[in-house]
């Protein structure tokens, strides 16, 4: 059910906004020479219009195209959207339309897989979905007070840059008299009429909340706020205000309605253009008549997302965008979402970027926008302003005074509050701050002269702008058009002086708005240069054609324009409005003059997996919403999975997430509503096959109360291993297959042996040996069951009475674990029940009591050889750490409290190799139980004593009481990272951390790794790898919450940058199945069948195991946590790290050609991955790629430098 994939390297461009000048130059010229900014997760590809592609009708549909089944299963795809939702194939020439997201394994070779999907007859293009940068300036940048409105020589403050960080001072700079855009003269001088714009700034977001911008945020008029309903049919619910692409660099990211500005250059960039004037407080924004669209993208800046937003801007009313970031090479998908907002009459205005050189960044090199370099307060280009062919405009973006969003600070951390001007301003330079100037004449135009065509502002926009003779005050003398300022500075006053005096306006109907029959179109076409208008309708939203409704020579205003007559029609129609040669206004609204409901695929009889793509129509006159549902043929009840208040013409209606029922038949249903209810409805008849009818897959019913964590090994030597089931009336054992097993296995008898077993080896003859503990009303009961291949010796320990337990508090388990600690190749036997741990050796006979190091509950014990002598030291911990040899001799101790709290409790105590060094360290889960009341978690060397760096806190309340943390390298950085899942009431959740503390996510300031899409109790995970991608994934069960509020029982698999697994979750119990058991339950992953595979076990609540088996081959390598307390002793130990020679990619303990042959199929043809990504950078240049496959050949062959060391002085250097 899974296949291989591969890994494409990457730098994540998010990181560069936070660097000092010299990093990101460094990053920059790095990102020139490869390709390697993309996000590991998508593809986007555009399919061929009709007209031009070989397979007929429908074949704008991407998963009609002759090819791409092939390559879905090569890459693994695991779903198929259009990016662009109510662009439907309807349609199917629009400019949108034809474009679609391939969700794809986090590992996959993107630039690999695109090439392959470009290659198909039917694609037109295919590119993986690149993260794009703020164009944020170098750290040597300036203050500014606002010189670019009106500047007569004042000095401003200037912030004076020295090499390194926290040194930064101000002085005071003078500019040029007349360097600035000519605004003062049009403030003083305004135009007689204006009309509302709107500018869309696609950023970081915006502080709604700011004095400065009160009334100036867009309001949507078709949305009613907080109706949870679509109400203007746009696709986004309860817009209010924008959009909000990414909510928060989480995992995953959610979008929703709260497009607020978390780090404050949307904000700066928005007060540029529209900060109130003449409130006799801080600063003036340039337009006044305009409205602020905030569509936020950051901080996971997705050209995705950027292109969604570029197109809701257009969708939605926006006249102009303003956009300052970008990307090095040009993404097809930024132009095609460009190109169709310069067609819906909107002016893109983007940042030429902040290199300095000569370079073309896209969009800002698109020819579709305004591109807009930066000009000084001496009317010279700004140093950093990268510059070339592309080069329209500048405008003044150095020491640019705006404003700052509640409590951010752009230049944190290096040069914090220099930049801060108070609470409400802020300083700031770059082309970022030149893009909204440029962008607040083109609206300042369009508010004169309303319908302004995009080409008519930036004609008029070069040619009044203030030519640059000298760009960098050098002696050149450069009149005209040049590289370095394109046309020249912009200039307000003359642009404003030279549009036409005309107004073309559709004020009615509104976008996206449903008609039928004959529509009054209203508007305004008149004005002082008036001559004559034309409305008309094209088919889509970006027509190829268009018919006439009506024309005039008589002027209108605020009245009728004309009638359009929808009989017959129905569908997506642009209307226009022109209005002489260069003004015109369009709307898209939505034509439904027949009811229509139907699902066209799946087909009846269908057979369906897990997610299951639905397609059909659902439109009608007075249209609300189409909803989708389900049902068993056998039920009665119906189940909502998907509803929208976009109507559909033969495009995709939803997706029915499936994992979650059983096999069997399914009716899907679809119900059309209108404004009076249902009007319609299509069923259509489905089989569905559930994960558990795939092959190799099983669940049995144990008729007892079983343990919550399975065990499996080979106790009778046939090569077959069995699993162990402790129940609560004896010991059960099950092959792969899912049959009983009897003979040939231990028959202790019928206790509770509810306590999870363990598996080793107790007389060192390399066979599997197991070990159990029972109860028998008080006694405790523990078994060693001793196998020879044919037959076991059953031992009886004595131990004192096991009382109850909680399984839903692990922490206070009796636990049996098994260890060598003398080195003679057989384990001793540990159990114990907090406070108390006892030690036997194999024969039954007690070796020793580790002595309690407190009382209560929370004591917690660990065998681990810290110091590599061969001889295990003994841990015990409670409010303070004791290690004693083994005879019981304390050797050390720690006093866990530290100066951090009075009282503390251990948690949970394991042992991690946390730094290479083939020595695990000594990790203790600490809860402080007083002020404090977090959780904090330890490390020790050999000695007890505290790595540097150590303890850190977690910041997860103590009331929570979320077990020990689990340790592994989960994204394959070299490093190990450390993950806890715990729940609050309804919420569960995973949190995560790098090995020095810092949160997993980088900069999200918060340690959340990942939580369920719904309620419920999580409180253990494991880290194995179950995608074959050669990374492993964070897996969970995941029980109904406290409440009940969703009261159904799965697993949760996430990959390493927090996203759900696609085909999970796997439900297994639904609501109306009554709990039989109690306990959360842990995963066991390893290749228990025997057949080189990875398969899972796992105990459900209703007392079933369930075994699943994955098309991955097993590797323990990457599968650090396979199951409850690292592995099948249990013994808290995880495996030492492997460290392989660089170069070493194949893990075969030698450097030789197969390695760069592994590199080679893995780079080309996506083979397996190297075992390590860190070794397999054999160059040192930060990615992995061919020249690293190149170094090695040189090295097998020509005997050139070792691998790692570039410069050939034995050092490695990475």
Not at 670 to 695: N, P
Request: net charge negative.
């Amino acid at each position: 059910m899974n296949k291989r994939h591969h890994y494409q390297a990457f730098v994540c461009l998010l990181l560069i906004i936070f660097l000092p000048a010299e990093s990101y130059s460094y990053l920059h010229e790095k990102a020139m020479d490869e390709k390697d900014i993309q996000t590991p997760s998508r593809l986007i590809v555009k399919v061929k219009p009709l007209e031009v592609n070989s397979s007929g009708q429908g074949a704008s549909d991407l998963n009609k195209v002759t090819g791409k089944t092939s390559l879905d299963k090569k890459y693994g795809i695991t779903d198929t959207k259009l990016l662009f939702a109510g662009k439907s194939a309807g349609s199917a020439n629009d400019l949108l339309s034809r474009i679609y997201i391939l969700e794809c394994p986090r590992n996959t070779d993107l630039e690999s897989a695109a090439r392959e999907y470009e290659a198909l007859e039917d694609i037109e293009y295919a590119h993986p979905d690149y993260l794009l940068e703020l164009y944020l300036p170098p750290n040597d940048t300036h203050y500014g007070i606002q010189w670019p409105l009106n500047n007569v020589g004042q000095g401003y403050p200037h912030v004076l840059r020295r090499d390194g960080d926290y040194n930064d001072t101000l002085i005071t700079m003078y500019g040029t008299a007349g360097a600035d855009i000519n605004a003062l003269e049009v403030f003083e001088n305004p135009p007689d009429n204006t009309a509302l714009v709107i500018i869309a700034v696609i950023d970081t977001g915006v502080d709604m909340d700011h004095p400065e911008l009160a009334g100036r945020i867009w309001q949507n008029p078709g949305e009613i706020p907080d109706n949870g309903i679509d109400d203007d049919h746009n696709g986004y619910v309860d817009d209010i205000r924008g959009w909000d692409y990414t909510s928060g660099f989480g995992a995953p990211t959610v979008p929703d309605n709260d497009p607020s500005d978390s780090y404050g250059h949307g904000t700066h960039c928005s007060g540029i253009i529209a900060s109130l004037t003449d409130n006799s407080s801080g600063i003036g924004g340039i337009v006044s008549d305009c409205k602020i669209m905030p569509l936020k993208f950051y901080p996971v800046m997705l050209s995705s997302y950027a292109a969604a937003a570029i197109v809701y801007a257009a969708d939605n009313g926006a006249d102009v965008i303003s956009m300052s970031f970008g990307y090095p090479w040009q993404v097809e998908v930024l132009e095609d979402a460009l190109e169709y907002a310069r067609s819906k009459g909107v002016v893109p205005c983007a940042a030429t970027g902040n290199d300095g050189i000569a370079f073309s960044n896209y969009p800002g090199a698109y020819p579709s926008v305004i591109s807009v370099g930066a000009s000084t307060s001496d009317d010279e280009v700004a140093f950093f302003s990268t510059y070339g062919e592309q080069m329209d405009v500048v405008a003044p973006g150095y020491s640019v005074l705006s404003l700052r969003a509640a409590g951010t600070d752009m230049y944190a951390p290096s040069e914090p509050n220099v930049h801060i001007i108070d609470e409400n301003y802020y300083v700031a330079s770059g082309t970022s701050m030149a893009c909204p100037h440029a962008a607040a004449v083109a609206a300042y135009m369009m508010s004169a002269s309303p319908g302004l065509t995009p080409d008519a502002v930036q004609q008029i926009m070069q040619n009044t702008a203030d030519d640059v003779l000298d760009p960098y005050g050098g002696g050149l003398n450069l009149p005209g058009w040049d590289q370095y300022s394109g046309h020249g500075r912009i200039n307000l006053e003359n642009a404003l002086a030279a549009v036409p005096a005309i107004t073309a306006r559709i004020t009615s109907p509104l976008p996206n708005e449903i008609l039928a029959g004959e529509i009054d179109v209203s508007g305004s076409a008149a004005g002082d240069d008036f001559t004559e208008y034309t409305l008309e309708y094209g088919i889509g939203s970006s027509p190829v054609s268009w018919t006439t409704i009506t024309n005039s020579t008589s002027p209108v205003s605020d009245a009728v324009l004309g009638t359009f007559n929808t009989a017959g029609l129905n569908g997506s129609f642009t209307i226009r409005l022109r209005v002489g040669e260069d003004n015109s206004d369009q709307v898209t609204v939505n034509v439904a003059n027949d009811i229509v409901a139907y699902i066209s695929a799946p087909l009846e009889d269908d057979t369906v997996i897990s997610r299951v793509k639905i397609y059909g129509s659902a439109t009608c006159p007075g249209f609300s919403h189409y909803s989708l549902e389900y049902k068993a043929i056998s039920g009665s009840v119906w189940n909502q999975f998907g509803q929208s208040a976009i109507p559909v013409k033969d495009d995709f209606l939803g997706e029915w997430k499936a994992s979650a029922l059983e096999t069997a038949n399914y009716h899907l249903r679809l119900s059309l509503y209108s404004d009076s209810g249902v009007v319609a409805q299509d069923t259509v008849e489905v089989y569905l096959e559930h994960i558990l009818a795939q092959e190799g897959n099983w669940k049995i019913e144990v008729a007892n109360q079983i343990s919550t964590v399975l065990n499996y090994g080979d106790f009778d030597n046939d090569a077959v291993n069995e699993i162990v089931v402790g129940t609560a009336s004896g010991i059960k054992f099950y092959t792969p297959e899912g049959t009983e097993k009897t003979d040939g296995m231990p028959q202790p008898p019928a206790y509770n042996f509810r306590i999870p077993p363990a598996v080793g080896d107790l007389n060192g003859d390399g066979l599997d040996d197991l070990v159990a503990v029972g109860k028998s009303g008080t006694a405790g009961k523990l078994y060693a069951h001793i196998s020879n291949g044919q037959s076991f010796t059953t031992t009886l320990l004595a131990v004192p009475n096991v009382s109850a337990y909680d399984q839903q508090s692990i922490q206070l388990f009796p636990v049996i674990f098994l260890k060598d600690i003398d080195s003679d190749d057989k384990d001793e036997i540990f159990f114990y029940e907090p406070p108390d741990c006892w030690i036997y050796d194999s024969d039954g006979s007690l070796i020793m009591r580790i002595p309690a190091p407190g009382l209560g509950s929370f004591c917690q014990y660990l065998s681990n050889d810290s110091d590599g002598d061969g001889m295990d030291e003994l841990y015990a911990s409670h409010q303070t750490l004791y290690q004693f040899d083994a005879d019981g001799v304390v050797l050390d101790s720690f006093d866990l409290t530290m100066d951090i709290a009075m009282n503390c409790d251990t948690r949970g105590i394991s042992a991690v190799d946390i730094d290479s060094d083939d020595k695990r360290e000594i990790i203790v889960y600490v809860a402080m139980s007083d002020t404090q009341e977090t959780y904090w978690v330890y490390a020790f060397d050999e000695g007890l004593a505290l790595k540097d760096g150590w303890p850190h806190n977690t910041g997860i309340n103590t009331f929570l009481v979320p077990p020990a943390p689990i340790f592994g390298d989960l994204d394959r950085d070299g490093a190990p990272d450390y993950f806890s899942a715990f729940y609050e009431l309804v919420h569960c959740m995973i949190y995560g951390w790098k090995i020095d503390g810092s949160t997993y996510i980088p900069g999200s300031g918060t340690p959340l790794f990942a939580t369920p899409e719904n309620p419920g109790e999580m409180i253990t995970c494991i880290m194995a790898d179950i995608e074959g991608d050669s990374r492993p994934e964070i897996i969970a069960e995941v029980k109904a919450d406290i409440f009940l509020s969703y009261d159904i029982e799965r697993l949760m698999a996430w990959d390493y940058l927090g996203n759900p697994l696609a085909g999970w979750p796997i439900v297994v119990r639904q609501q109306d199945q009554p709990i039989e058991n109690f306990g959360i339950a842990t995963p066991t992953v390893g290749d228990i069948s025997g057949d080189g595979y990875v398969d899972m076990l796992f105990s459900t609540s209703l007392n079933e195991v369930l075994f699943l088996s994955f098309d991955v081959p097993h590797n323990p390598n990457y599968s650090p946590v396979p199951m409850w307390r690292y592995n099948r002793r249990l013994n808290n130990l995880s495996s030492l790290s492997i460290d392989f020679a660089c170069g070493d990619t194949d893990g075969s303990g030698a450097v030789n050609i197969s390695d760069a042959v592994l590199l080679i199929n893995y780079i080309f043809l996506g083979g397996a991955a190297p075992v390590q990504f860190n070794i397999a950078d054999t160059n040192c240049d930060g990615t992995v790629n061919l020249s690293d496959a190149v170094f090695i050949i040189n090295y097998v062959f020509i005997e050139g430098f070792d691998p790692c060391d570039v410069n050939g002085d034995g050092i490695p250097d990475c």
